[in-house]
């Protein structure tokens, strides 16, 4: 630091230009880092923060961390921190569900199959046969979805959604949703209560 006063004292002007455009581009990759870091570590302790009430029967192997962090990437990484919850909370309703797999990735990959084929657009969670690539491009939001699932199944929170199975984005209007109990609508998400098969 002394180095850049001196030079910015005794040099001349282009000199002292480039030096302070190197100190600008230092300072401000700082301070996004910086900025990064303090998004993380508040949304992990929002996560932790909500306790562990729930009381779910999901496993906790890495592949059901992988499968859970997958569906809140593919689904709603765009959402706030309660929307990606939310679609952690209705993937662990369904496993503790009579009604759907027991198992966080036989949920998440549940989907129609015609000789053995995955019917395109015919899952239930629609990323997983929309025909697009499952791997996840955006680190940041992929590292933000790990922490989620890992938290939610090693944590578990009390369920704010009581027991939804169900959820849709709020531009569209599936037929299945007109037997159930609309609960909530969190960002872009409407979330179901399936109140005639509970």
């Known amino acids: 630091m002394v180095l850049f006063g001196v030079l910015f004292i005794f040099g001349d002007d282009m000199k002292k230009i480039i030096l ?3 100190i600008l581009v230092v300072c401000s990759a700082f301070m996004n880092n910086v900025h990064l870091e303090k998004e993380i570590d508040k949304k992990k302790a929002l996560i932790e923060k909500a306790g562990n009430k729930l009381l779910s029967k999901v496993k906790k192997s890495e592949e059901d961390v992988n499968c859970l962090a997958k569906n809140i990437y593919f689904e709603a990484r765009s959402q706030s921190l309660k929307g990606q919850i939310a679609v952690a909370l209705v993937t662990i309703n369904r496993v503790n569900s009579k009604r759907f797999p027991n198992s966080i990735c036989n949920v998440v990959q549940q989907t129609n199959r015609k000789n053995g084929k995955i019917v395109l657009h015919k899952c239930h969670f629609s990323w997983f046969c929309d025909g697009k690539s499952d791997i996840p491009r955006d680190k940041m939001s992929w ?6 699932a890992r938290t939610m199944l090693n944590n578990p929170i009390e369920d704010f959604l009581h027991g939804a199975t169900h959820y849709h984005r709020i531009d569209v209007d599936p037929y299945w949703n007109k037997k159930m109990l609309k609960f909530s609508t969190i960002g872009d998400h409407i979330f179901y209560i399936d109140a005639l098969n509970r």
């Open 20 to 22: 302070l455009c190197l």
């Open 143 to 148: 590292d933000n979805s790990l922490l989620i």
